[in-house]
């Protein structure tokens, strides 16, 4: 693993800003956002300045039931391989829930959700992360993640969950350190105490981003400044050891370049400051799976398919409280729950605003309250685009908005994007002709 330095998150509402950037060591692009045939030139010239650039996945769900999806880590190691990466990061979480394995229908969380840290979900973890390692081109590190909520009946903290998954699978680890704040926040947990804990000579790099507070839950928003706390935990954990690489995520709400300069020197300041503290240690070995007293993989030997049906359960019967509106399962905050609850739907209208962003034009400030209450009884099953167009298709057949005008536009939206109707006999097809039919007459 290479020294990486210090980097920014490029998004392309300041690819430009990036490029003109001093002191940018590296990049990291969301991989869902990049084509390999037709990559931004922004990320193709930083690339020819011999910047690297590190794809970071949103979607793969690992910490999910289900084995990993291989045409999603067909596309990861694409991506990795059109950008010459020298590794590609995911997170430890899950994202969607329910289909074969409960007999019901697959739902969509829009977000990453939190792993309960159980030897099940460890077990599962496990298994699809080396899944994932078998079939990509480079080394994978895997994210802690933020979380509003906690499971009941955990079995490990943090750092013992990271520290056992490392151990039994070699896994690299990217530590968001403001994700350590926001768990303190919200879960009271002592990020002294997972730094600690977990295996610093497996970190990969680390993250560094911006929240906000309201009624005592810290939001993980990646849209705010970076705060003195998260600075803080970012000093104790380069105390403990050289981290090969730093880099500051901002998602939206983006300022002016010299305020992300800004920031990207505090963060090198802090490196500075705890590098004195730091043990004077190399770029770690790589690390070497857990073995059994016969030489056999740990995580070959177990045989999962019990544990993610248990896994499976819990979190669809998780997922579609939030999502569906079921009754909350045992054990888990209500409030805070609604708190998630609200939080996903905000998220979902906002993602829907970007990947659709007529929509929100065509019904102005009518959208976002439309979508919410849609969102309440109508979980997300297809992703964002198919969440758009299934959004604007349920406003259409309840008749509204009211003004003919805006309907006629919204109808003609929907038409355009909804494609010719299909020619299967599938009951999906045949719903979908039906409203193209009734649509057409209105």
């Given at each position: 693993?290479?020294?990486?330095?210090?980097?920014?998150?490029?998004?392309?509402?300041?690819?430009?800003?990036?490029?003109?950037m001093?002191?940018?060591?590296?990049?990291?692009?969301?991989?869902?956002?990049?084509?390999?045939?037709?990559?931004?030139?922004?990320?193709?010239?930083?690339?020819?300045?011999?910047?690297?650039?590190?794809?970071?996945?949103?979607?793969?769900?690992?910490?999910?039931?289900?084995?990993?999806?291989?045409a999603?880590?067909?596309?990861?190691?694409?991506?990795?391989?059109?950008?010459?990466?020298?590794?590609?990061?995911?997170?430890?979480?899950?994202?969607?829930?329910g289909?074969?394995?409960?007999?019901s229908?697959?739902?969509?969380?829009?977000?990453?959700?939190p792993?309960?840290?159980?030897?099940?979900?460890?077990?599962?973890?496990?298994?699809?992360?080396?899944?994932?390692?078998?079939?990509?081109?480079?080394?994978?590190?895997?994210?802690?993640?933020?979380?509003?909520?906690?499971?009941?009946?955990?079995?490990m903290?943090?750092?013992?969950f990271?520290y056992?998954?490392?151990?039994?699978?070699?896994?690299?680890?990217?530590?968001?350190?403001a994700n350590?704040?926001?768990?303190?926040?919200?879960?009271?947990?002592?990020?002294?105490?997972?730094?600690?804990?977990?295996?610093?000579?497996?970190?990969?790099?680390?993250?560094?981003?911006?929240?906000f507070?309201?009624?005592?839950?810290?939001?993980?928003s990646?849209?705010?400044?970076?705060?003195q706390?998260?600075?803080?935990?970012?000093s104790?954990?380069?105390?403990?050891?050289?981290?090969?690489?730093?880099?500051l995520?901002?998602?939206?709400?983006?300022?002016e370049?010299g305020?992300?300069?800004?920031?990207l020197?505090?963060?090198r300041?802090?490196?500075?400051?705890?590098?004195?503290?730091?043990p004077?240690?190399?770029?770690?070995?790589?690390?070497?799976?857990r073995?059994?007293?016969?030489?056999?993989?740990?995580?070959a030997?177990?045989?999962?398919?019990?544990a993610?049906?248990?896994?499976?359960?819990?979190?669809?019967?998780?997922?579609?409280?939030?999502?569906?509106?079921?009754?909350?399962?045992?054990?888990f905050?209500?409030v805070?729950?609604?708190?998630?609850?609200?939080a996903?739907?905000?998220?979902?209208?906002d993602?829907?605003?970007?990947?659709?962003?007529?929509?929100?034009?065509?019904?102005?400030?009518?959208?976002?309250?439309?979508?919410?209450a849609?969102?309440?009884g109508?979980p997300?099953?297809?992703?964002?685009?198919?969440?758009?167009?299934?959004?604007?298709?349920?406003?259409?057949?309840?008749?509204?908005?009211?003004?003919?005008?805006?309907?006629?536009?919204?109808?003609?939206w929907?038409?355009?994007?909804?494609?010719?109707?299909?020619?299967?006999?599938?009951p999906?097809?045949?719903?979908?002709?039906?409203?193209?039919?009734?649509?057409?007459?209105?």
């Amino acid at each position: 693993m290479e020294r990486l330095g210090t980097g920014i998150g490029w998004r392309p509402e300041i690819a430009d800003a990036v490029e003109r950037m001093p002191g940018i060591d590296w990049v990291e692009a969301v991989a869902e956002n990049l084509c390999p045939g037709h990559l931004p030139e922004s990320l193709l010239r930083l690339r020819e300045r011999g910047i690297t650039v590190i794809p970071h996945g949103v979607s793969l769900g690992l910490g999910g039931a289900d084995r990993p999806d291989e045409a999603r880590l067909t596309a990861l190691a694409e991506r990795a391989e059109a950008l010459g990466s020298p590794l590609v990061t995911e997170h430890i979480a899950f994202v969607r829930a329910g289909g074969p394995l409960t007999a019901s229908p697959l739902l969509e969380a829009g977000h990453l959700l939190p792993v309960p840290r159980t030897r099940d979900a460890l077990d599962v973890l496990c298994e699809n992360i080396r899944i994932a390692q078998d079939a990509l081109p480079v080394p994978l590190a895997v994210e802690n993640i933020a979380a509003l909520i906690s499971w009941p009946g955990e079995e490990m903290s943090e750092g013992q969950f990271l520290y056992d998954l490392v151990d039994r699978t070699g896994v690299r680890l990217l530590i968001d350190v403001a994700n350590l704040h926001t768990n303190h926040v919200n879960r009271g947990e002592d990020p002294a105490k997972a730094l600690g804990e977990l295996p610093v000579e497996a970190i990969a790099y680390v993250h560094v981003a911006g929240g906000f507070e309201r009624d005592g839950v810290w939001h993980d928003s990646h849209a705010h400044p970076v705060p003195q706390p998260v600075l803080d935990i970012l000093s104790d954990l380069a105390s403990r050891v050289t981290p090969p690489g730093v880099l500051l995520e901002r998602d939206e709400n983006f300022p002016e370049p010299g305020e992300l300069e800004r920031e990207l020197g505090a963060i090198r300041g802090t490196l500075e400051r705890a590098g004195a503290q730091a043990p004077k240690s190399s770029l770690p070995e790589p690390i070497t799976p857990r073995e059994t007293g016969d030489g056999t993989d740990t995580v070959a030997d177990i045989d999962t398919d019990p544990a993610r049906q248990r896994l499976a359960l819990a979190q669809t019967a998780l997922l579609s409280a939030l999502v569906g509106g079921t009754p909350v399962p045992e054990g888990f905050d209500r409030v805070r729950l609604g708190v998630q609850a609200r939080a996903l739907a905000a998220k979902r209208a906002d993602v829907v605003a970007k990947v659709a962003e007529e929509l929100p034009q065509i019904l102005a400030e009518g959208y976002r309250p439309a979508f919410l209450a849609y969102a309440q009884g109508h979980p997300m099953t297809g992703g964002y685009r198919r969440d758009a167009l299934d959004f604007a298709e349920h406003l259409l057949l309840a008749g509204r908005p009211q003004d003919a005008e805006t309907r006629r536009r919204l109808r003609d939206w929907w038409l355009e994007r909804s494609g010719p109707a299909p020619l299967s006999g599938h009951p999906a097809a045949r719903l979908a002709r039906a409203t193209r039919r009734v649509l057409l007459r209105r």
